[in-house]
């Protein structure tokens, strides 16, 4: 399409038929082909901020989420996109931009008590008034406009046509997405008609009436089907290899190359790493990473994030050390462990009840309870000690040949989590909570207590990884178990999660974990120094990070 400046060109269409994609598209928020030129001048595509820099602004239909900022005021809400004209050597005139903003506030009859009121105290009309004085302040050349009255009153509707006609008159292009007929009629100067991605329309001057729009609406074809169907199967191996790769189960795939590669690597330098003594400690490291990474998993299902899993580590060490000790009975090895476990599930109900009820990211909350834990173990054992049972460290460590009984139990657990997150109510829940928690809460998901369980979970299988390394260490000692926090976070993303919620396996943390206590292991034989093990690790991470993103974003 072509337009020129002072005009309103309105784009109509039965919903889902590119609308909408295309006015994002113009304003850089989304993946384009094509070229888009302003003023005479070629503006990037999928460029929010050189779609700015050329002067385009997007008024978007969801203005809660994309289009105001709720904690700052009407004037902060209103300059944000002209600072620069009201800043010199980059510090703002305040009161420049409070004149300016006042200005609007009368011009646009934004109904507030003042300028520096609160702009999610407004209504909804008053607030679509103020993201309106954006484009107005920031001078734009082109405003997008998608549902520019969407849930607001008629009279708010009366004065934001006011205003757009006005921002027309001024010499700059409006181009408006509606689905309300009427009000494109009495808007625009030209209605183009989307049709299944293609303009099968156009209507200017008289022509543009409800009657019109809705007959080239409803009768509208593409005339380029037979293109159409050849993009269509040229793109179905395209879109299925996107679909494959944005798959749950594919990293668990990349990860199983990487273990085997890199063990080719470290064995083809030094053939003591395939040695039994050193498969077993890979796999039992392994599996005190993997039982922590499950914990942090069900977290992250939700959306959420647990810090607190390293120094869980660290006190079950030292509450294992005043039962778990050389000639302790078989009763106080047991209420050791339970008091091991009753901890770990008082620390994820706490957690877990600040982020769901006491409305704290997980981020503050965790990282509270991570120094308050921390503090108790130095307090109960301010230097390592409590030795703890060789009977003890020899059964938790029983091995099936080269393979510990431990990493056994991992990988069955891994499965029972898979199989229960995919089958079962609880396994849906928790993916639904961190798809759409709203959502899930409106098909009757318990949203508070499938947050809270998450965090229990998570405390208690951190506590089971604890267990491992009560076998491993032998002692006491609260200073132990810090580096689990990052390990389980790592083995977690290598797995293929998502840290925004509801995407992951639990196979894929399982060798997530074993390819981090491998590359630990292989630094050693290939002669490097232990910085290399952080080094290979976050490189990791962020190529994972990257790669697993990019085929997710492609994918939709």
């Given at each position: 399409?072509?337009?020129?400046?002072?005009?309103?060109?309105?784009?109509?269409?039965?919903?889902?038929?590119?609308q909408s994609d295309f006015l994002r598209s113009l304003a850089g928020l989304?993946?384009?082909?094509?070229?888009?030129?302003?003023?005479?001048?070629?503006?990037?595509?999928?460029?929010?901020?050189?779609?700015?820099?050329?002067?385009?602004?997007?008024?978007?239909?969801?203005?809660?989420?994309?289009?105001?900022?709720?904690?700052?005021?009407?004037?902060?809400?209103?300059?944000?996109?002209?600072?620069?004209?009201?800043?010199?050597?980059?510090?703002?005139?305040?009161?420049?931009?409070?004149?300016?903003?006042?200005?609007?506030?009368?011009?646009?009859?934004?109904?507030?008590?003042?300028?520096?009121?609160?702009?999610?105290?407004?209504?909804?009309?008053?607030?679509?008034?103020?993201?309106?004085?954006?484009?107005?302040?920031?001078?734009?050349?082109?405003?997008?406009?998608?549902?520019?009255?969407?849930?607001?009153?008629?009279?708010?509707?009366?004065?934001?046509?006011?205003?757009?006609?006005?921002?027309?008159?001024?010499?700059?292009?409006?181009?408006?997405?509606?689905?309300?007929?009427?009000?494109?009629?009495?808007?625009?100067?030209?209605?183009?008609?989307?049709?299944?991605?293609?303009?099968?329309?156009?209507?200017?001057?008289?022509?543009?009436?409800?009657?019109?729009?809705?007959?080239?609406?409803?009768?509208?074809?593409?005339?380029?089907?037979?293109?159409?169907?050849?993009?269509?199967?040229?793109?179905?191996?395209?879109?299925?290899?996107?679909?494959?790769?944005?798959?749950?189960?594919?990293?668990?795939?990349?990860?199983?190359?990487?273990?085997?590669?890199?063990?080719?690597?470290?064995?083809?330098?030094?053939?003591?790493?395939?040695?039994?003594?050193?498969?077993?400690?890979?796999?039992?490291?392994?599996?005190?990473?993997?039982?922590?990474?499950?914990?942090?998993?069900?977290?992250?299902?939700?959306?959420?994030?647990?810090?607190?899993?390293?120094?869980?580590?660290?006190?079950?060490?030292?509450?294992?050390?005043?039962?778990?000790?050389?000639?302790?009975?078989?009763?106080?090895?047991?209420?050791?462990?339970?008091?091991?476990?009753?901890?770990?599930?008082?620390?994820?109900?706490?957690?877990?009840?600040?982020?769901?009820?006491?409305?704290?990211?997980?981020?503050?909350?965790?990282?509270?309870?991570?120094?308050?834990?921390?503090?108790?173990?130095?307090?109960l054992r301010p230097y390592p000690d409590g030795a703890i049972s060789a009977?003890?460290?020899?059964?938790?460590?029983?091995?099936?040949?080269?393979?510990?009984?431990?990493?056994?139990?991992?990988?069955?657990?891994?499965?029972?989590?898979?199989?229960?997150?995919?089958?079962?109510?609880?396994?849906?829940?928790?993916?639904?909570?961190?798809?759409?928690?709203?959502?899930?809460?409106?098909?009757?998901?318990?949203?508070?207590?499938?947050?809270?369980?998450?965090?229990?979970?998570?405390?208690?299988?951190?506590?089971?990884?604890?267990?491992?390394?009560?076998?491993?260490?032998?002692?006491?000692?609260?200073?132990?178990?810090?580096?689990?926090?990052?390990?389980?976070?790592?083995?977690?993303?290598?797995?293929?999660?998502?840290?925004?919620?509801?995407?992951?396996?639990?196979?894929?943390?399982?060798?997530?974990?074993?390819?981090?206590?491998?590359?630990?292991?292989?630094?050693?034989?290939?002669?490097?120094?232990?910085?290399?093990?952080?080094?290979?690790?976050?490189?990791?991470?962020?190529?994972?990070?990257?790669?697993?993103?990019?085929?997710?974003?492609?994918?939709?």
């Amino acid at each position: 399409m072509s337009a020129r400046g002072g005009e309103i060109v309105g784009i109509a269409g039965i919903t889902g038929n590119g609308q909408s994609d295309f006015l994002r598209s113009l304003a850089g928020l989304g993946n384009a082909r094509g070229a888009v030129t302003l003023d005479g001048k070629t503006v990037p595509l999928g460029n929010p901020g050189a779609a700015r820099s050329a002067g385009i602004i997007y008024l978007s239909p969801d203005r809660q989420h994309e289009g105001l900022f709720p904690s700052l005021s009407v004037r902060e809400n209103g300059t944000i996109s002209a600072l620069s004209r009201f800043a010199n050597f980059g510090v703002v005139d305040r009161s420049l931009e409070r004149r300016q903003m006042e200005a609007q506030r009368v011009d646009l009859n934004i109904r507030a008590a003042s300028i520096e009121q609160n702009v999610a105290t407004l209504s909804g009309g008053n607030q679509q008034k103020t993201i309106l004085s954006r484009a107005l302040l920031a001078q734009a050349s082109l405003v997008l406009a998608e549902e520019p009255t969407a849930g607001v009153d008629v009279g708010a509707r009366a004065e934001i046509y006011r205003i757009l006609r006005d921002v027309a008159s001024r010499g700059t292009l409006v181009v408006i997405v509606s689905s309300d007929i009427v009000e494109l009629e009495g808007l625009c100067d030209r209605v183009l008609v989307f049709s299944r991605g293609h303009v099968v329309g156009e209507l200017s001057g008289q022509d543009v009436n409800e009657a019109n729009i809705g007959r080239t609406m409803i009768t509208a074809t593409t005339h380029r089907k037979t293109d159409q169907q050849g993009r269509d199967r040229s793109g179905t191996t395209r879109s299925w290899l996107r679909m494959v790769a944005a798959g749950d189960y594919v990293p668990s795939f990349v990860l199983a190359g990487l273990i085997v590669l890199l063990g080719l690597v470290a064995s083809g330098h030094n053939i003591r790493f395939v040695s039994g003594f050193n498969i077993e400690k890979i796999l039992f490291l392994s599996a005190a990473l993997a039982f922590v990474s499950f914990g942090q998993m069900c977290a992250v299902f939700t959306g959420r994030i647990d810090l607190s899993v390293g120094p869980l580590i660290g006190l079950s060490l030292v509450i294992a050390s005043f039962f778990l000790n050389e000639g302790a009975g078989m009763g106080t090895i047991i209420v050791g462990v339970l008091a091991v476990f009753g901890v770990a599930a008082l620390v994820g109900l706490t957690n877990g009840t600040l982020v769901r009820f006491g409305n704290f990211t997980s981020v503050a909350a965790t990282l509270g309870v991570y120094i308050i834990i921390q503090g108790i173990s130095v307090l109960l054992r301010p230097y390592p000690d409590g030795a703890i049972s060789a009977t003890v460290m020899d059964t938790i460590k029983a091995t099936i040949g080269s393979i510990p009984v431990v990493f056994i139990v991992a990988l069955v657990l891994a499965i029972i989590l898979e199989v229960g997150l995919r089958y079962s109510r609880w396994g849906m829940s928790l993916r639904a909570v961190g798809s759409n928690e709203k959502a899930a809460a409106h098909i009757g998901v318990r949203t508070g207590w499938t947050v809270v369980g998450a965090f229990i979970a998570c405390s208690l299988l951190t506590a089971l990884g604890g267990m491992m390394v009560v076998a491993q260490l032998g002692i006491g000692d609260p200073n132990q178990g810090i580096e689990y926090t990052l390990g389980s976070i790592a083995a977690v993303v290598l797995g293929g999660a998502s840290l925004f919620g509801g995407r992951g396996s639990f196979m894929g943390v399982l060798l997530g974990a074993v390819l981090i206590q491998e590359v630990n292991s292989s630094m050693v034989f290939l002669g490097l120094s232990q910085a290399w093990q952080y080094w290979f690790i976050g490189l990791l991470t962020l190529i994972a990070v990257a790669v697993y993103s990019q085929a997710r974003s492609a994918s939709h």
